[in-house]
């Protein structure tokens, strides 16, 4: 989901990731079993918002899990595209938004990299600060992510999950308020998250 700044975000995946590559202590279990995670993305909760996710593997399905995700957030007026800026946009918020994730990991047990699709469903609300008007709309953000899940301590199940996705925003409605401006939705973009998880095996 966006953080507040995408430029520091890329540089925390960039050093987090080599290092979790480094320091996977867990070994991997000899037959994967069916898991259920709780993760969250602290950055939200930084923005007036929260994020949550559940994740469920199959022990039918080694490699495979799907991901369900709830978040809002308040996105600041700083990252909005200078052409949003410009025209008298601000105060965009994500009220309750979803997204679905599908990954692939490299390792049976879903530890270390993973990939896959994903989409986010945004219902986005921002403000016209010329006119005083609020506009809402809906946007689908389709995309692929990459990851690395991280296992730090070897007799606890919380995991560390830095991930990059890249794809592009759709508006599913009107972005324009009457005559007046038109509000721009991101075409290629790409969004860098740290989540912290705790798995429940069986």
Same mark, same amino acid.
């Given at each position: 989901?966006?953080?507040?700044?995408?430029?520091?975000?890329?540089?925390?995946?960039?050093?987090?990731? !080599?290092?979790?590559?480094?320091?996977?202590? %867990?070994?991997?279990? +000899?037959?994967? /079993? $069916?898991? @259920?995670?709780?993760?969250?993305?602290?950055?939200?909760?930084?923005?007036?918002?929260?994020?949550?996710?559940?994740?469920?593997?199959?022990?039918?399905?080694?490699?495979?899990?799907?991901?369900?995700?709830?978040?809002?957030?308040?996105?600041?007026?700083?990252?909005?595209?200078?052409?949003?800026?410009?025209?008298?946009?601000?105060?965009?918020?994500?009220?309750?938004?979803?997204?679905?994730?599908?990954?692939?990991?490299?390792?049976?047990?879903?530890?270390?990299?993973?990939?896959? !699709?994903?989409?986010?469903?945004?219902?986005? %609300?921002?403000?016209? +600060?010329?006119? /005083? $008007?609020? @506009?809402?709309?809906?946007?689908?953000?389709?995309?692929?992510?990459?990851?690395?899940?991280?296992?730090?301590?070897?007799?606890?199940?919380?995991?560390?999950?830095?991930?990059?996705?890249?794809?592009?925003?759709?508006?599913?409605?009107?972005?324009?308020?009457?005559?007046?401006?038109?509000?721009?939705?991101?075409?290629?973009?790409?969004?860098?998250?740290?989540?912290?998880?705790?798995?429940?095996?069986?």
């Amino acid at each position: 989901m966006r953080t507040p700044s995408i430029h520091r975000s890329l540089l925390t995946f960039s050093l987090v990731l !080599p290092l979790t590559m480094h320091a996977q202590q %867990r070994p991997a279990q +000899e037959e994967a /079993g $069916t898991s @259920l995670s709780i993760e969250l993305d602290p950055a939200p909760f930084l923005l007036n918002g929260y994020s949550f996710s559940l994740r469920y593997a199959n022990k039918a399905l080694p490699h495979w899990s799907v991901m369900a995700s709830v978040y809002a957030a308040d996105f600041p007026d700083r990252m909005l595209s200078g052409t949003n800026r410009d025209a008298g946009w601000s105060d965009l918020h994500f009220a309750p938004s979803q997204a679905l994730f599908v990954d692939y990991s490299l390792r049976h047990d879903g530890r270390g990299f993973f990939f896959g !699709p994903s989409v986010f469903l945004y219902d986005n %609300r921002v403000t016209h +600060e010329g006119s /005083g $008007t609020d @506009l809402a709309f809906r946007s689908i953000y389709p995309n692929v992510r990459i990851g690395y899940t991280w296992f730090p301590f070897k007799k606890a199940d919380l995991y560390v999950t830095p991930w990059l996705n890249l794809g592009s925003e759709i508006a599913m409605g009107p972005t324009q308020i009457n005559d007046g401006p038109t509000y721009e939705v991101a075409g290629f973009k790409y969004i860098a998250a740290v989540h912290l998880g705790y798995r429940v095996s069986w």
